[in-house]
């Protein structure tokens, strides 16, 4: 590799300052780290029962549903594409249509047709931000919307509930002591991280983030990246609807609102930019484990839901303005 | 993002449009909490059947849960010069100013289902719906007499600031401080009557307290599902704290014919919506109604689970 290629490559090996300070750099690689390692520590001082086992199997279970949409988001900011505020669409999509095409289809395929139903939603958002270029938050919103009003309509407005026992225990069930749905999100999580960092899509979603037209120059098929973004999130959202679905063995069409927040709380907080062009799964994931574990020590602590949201709120604002911070120092 | 401007323009776009209606006999403006859940859907149903067979016309609007668009909803149903306003609240305040304007182009307003606070009450005729803070008291005398008055208890609140929520916690504590019930309120949470939140904060709850909990209050029986599911969860092979959830759905009567849960508290979606729309229809035809209307509240045990309907 010769230095300019290394240049251009940069962002890939979470090389985000070549002109910003020493520590400006461990901070941005470790800060979460030990913001992750506070956090455990205030809760076990705080909480006999925090550092238990049971505890934080708790906050990886309660994680893996948000969890599942975080992958798939992360694509979406990395790539430019802002934030996909259709998430409760394709979550309600995902839970619906897995309980209520149970009966007719069984168990696997409602929750494959299920999936894939949720993967059109995304489709239609992909074209309408990366090929027609409206503007992600206004598309994402309208195409949730009119997804929302057709499963609605579908069910005709009341609960859907479950009637397959097998499934609903092989999504409550444990395998190896870890329950299903953990280990669902990890396999995710895993394939994402590995696409993301080590294929030529992924280096094309960096790619197309970090600068637009540099990418189209140099012949990324940057419509393609950008909507293909959105499918991700949409697949992503559906897997992580239809497992919520089975687990709760009700669902109805406002079981996904706020999930697309609860998601890009995490994205933002792990240190993922907003603007594009700079992230990694991992670096997400830290973010939720961070605001998931936090949740759960103040809950735990007895923290009134006002004060963890104002707290959430402030956590927000600060990963945002961190970001602005660094870009102006860094060179992305 | 939107910007504020244009957002004004598909304000007044729609205002347009709404008031571009077409005139009938009598139109009644229905602001509705959402038109998708299980308790609103079957009210909203019923009350434009009921409507339907009053040869009253009824213009529809679904909050969706949102408060803002509700407030937008109510000064769309003022600018089409309705001649009724029924209004299911979601917040105590919110609507008062739309309510006002609402009084001012002489269109009479009641309130379905949910209270507002007292500040209110001069802008509309009449409130119709359950008592929330009645079913407090009676899930806390319900709670009371299955623990023996003795014991600590978790309270899953839905929504803070909701009416609703008020109403039901209000009652539930206000009724242990009358009685002498020696019963400890661990601590409360809002899991805004969703049931995976519900079943988040059970985790939680039940690390935190473990074997403390002797007994639990759920807002409704969708958040009381997600205490039993953390509870099976945690202690697969121990019988759960009794618990008293509120709505009277079908599964909770399972769950209570299963000795999952101790209780809850049957309020008819089916009568909610038919007694506002009548009680609209009498004060139309111009007859005095009361301020308050409540519907009547059944509570469900074992005792009497098979002799009772589920109210959806």
């Known amino acids: 590799m010769t230095d300019a290629a290394m240049e251009t490559s940069g962002a890939n090996r979470n090389d985000r300052f070549t002109r910003g300070s020493r520590l400006a750099d461990v901070l941005s690689k470790a800060g979460l780290g030990f913001a992750i390692l506070a956090v455990v520590l205030y809760g076990s001082f705080v909480s006999p029962a925090f550092f238990t086992t049971g505890n934080l199997l708790n906050v990886l279970t309660s994680m893996s549903i948000v969890g599942i949409v975080v992958v798939g988001m992360t694509f979406v900011l990395v790539a430019g594409g802002l934030a996909d505020l259709s998430v409760p669409a394709t979550i309600a999509c995902g839970a619906i249509l897995s309980l209520g095409l149970q009966p007719m289809i069984g168990p696997v395929p409602a929750f494959v047709l299920a999936v894939a139903l949720a993967g059109l939603i995304g489709l239609l958002n992909g074209v309408l931000v990366g090929y027609v270029g409206i503007n992600p938050i206004i598309a994402t919103l309208g195409i949730g919307t009119i997804g929302l009003g057709i499963v609605q309509a579908a069910v005709g407005g009341v609960i859907v509930y479950g009637n397959n026992p097998a499934s609903a225990e092989f999504a409550k069930g444990r395998l190896f002591g870890v329950p299903v749905v953990v280990l669902i999100f990890l396999l995710i999580a895993l394939i994402g991280h590995i696409v993301l960092s080590r294929s030529f899509w992924g280096r094309w979603t960096l790619a197309t983030g970090g600068n637009y037209s540099a990418a189209e120059a140099s012949a990324v098929p940057v419509e393609a990246v950008k909507a293909g973004a959105f499918v991700i999130t949409a697949l992503a959202s559906g897997v992580s609807g239809g497992l919520l679905g089975l687990t709760l063995q009700s669902a109805r069409p406002l079981i996904g609102a706020g999930y697309e927040f609860s998601a890009i709380t995490a994205v933002v907080v792990g240190g993922v930019s907003i603007i594009g062009g700079f992230g990694s799964v991992p670096r997400a994931i830290a973010g939720l484990i961070f605001v998931q574990l936090l949740t759960n020590v103040m809950v735990l602590d007895g923290v009134r839901t006002a004060i963890q949201g104002f707290v959430l709120g402030i956590l927000i604002v600060g990963a945002v303005g961190m970001d602005a911070a660094l870009r102006k120092r860094g060179v992305a | ?312």
């Open chain 2, 1 to 312: 993002m939107i910007g504020k401007k244009s957002m004004l323009h598909i304000t007044a776009m729609a205002v347009i449009l709404a008031s571009t209606g077409w005139a009938s006999a009598k139109t009644v403006c229905y602001v509705t909490a959402a038109d998708s859940h299980a308790y609103a859907t079957p009210a909203n149903k019923a009350l434009q059947a009921r409507a339907g067979e009053l040869g009253i016309e009824i213009l529809s609007l679904s909050q969706d849960f949102d408060v803002q668009k509700g407030t937008e909803q109510l000064n769309t149903c003022v600018a089409r010069k309705v001649d009724g306003i029924i209004l299911w609240p979601l917040d105590p305040q919110a609507y008062i100013p739309g309510l006002a304007r609402a009084q001012q182009a002489n269109i009479p307003a009641i309130l379905i289902n949910s209270p507002m606070s007292d500040d209110a009450k001069p802008f509309i005729k009449s409130f119709t719906g359950p008592d929330v803070y009645e079913e407090g008291k009676l899930a806390a005398d319900s709670l009371s007499k299955a623990l023996g008055g003795k014991g600590s208890v978790v309270i899953i609140a839905g929504q803070a600031g909701n009416g609703t929520t008020i109403g039901r916690v209000g009652g539930f504590t206000d009724r242990l401080k009358e009685t002498s019930a020696d019963i400890k309120v661990l601590d409360t949470v809002n899991a805004d009557f969703d049931q995976q939140k519900a079943l988040v904060v059970s985790r939680d709850l039940i690390t935190r307290f473990g074997d403390q909990i002797s007994g639990v209050y759920a807002n409704d029986d969708t958040m009381a599902r997600g205490f039993i599911d953390a509870w099976k969860e945690a202690n697969p092979s121990k019988a759960a704290p009794p618990i008293v959830g509120i709505n009277g759905q079908k599964d909770a009567f399972e769950s209570i014919r299963t000795n999952e849960m101790y209780s809850t508290i049957v309020q008819s979606p089916v009568e909610d919506g038919r007694l506002a729309i009548d009680t609209m229809a009498e004060i139309m035809d111009g007859k005095e109604v009361k301020d308050r209307l409540p519907i009547p509240l059944t509570v469900v045990t074992k005792d009497n689970v098979n002799a009772v309907e589920p109210a959806f």
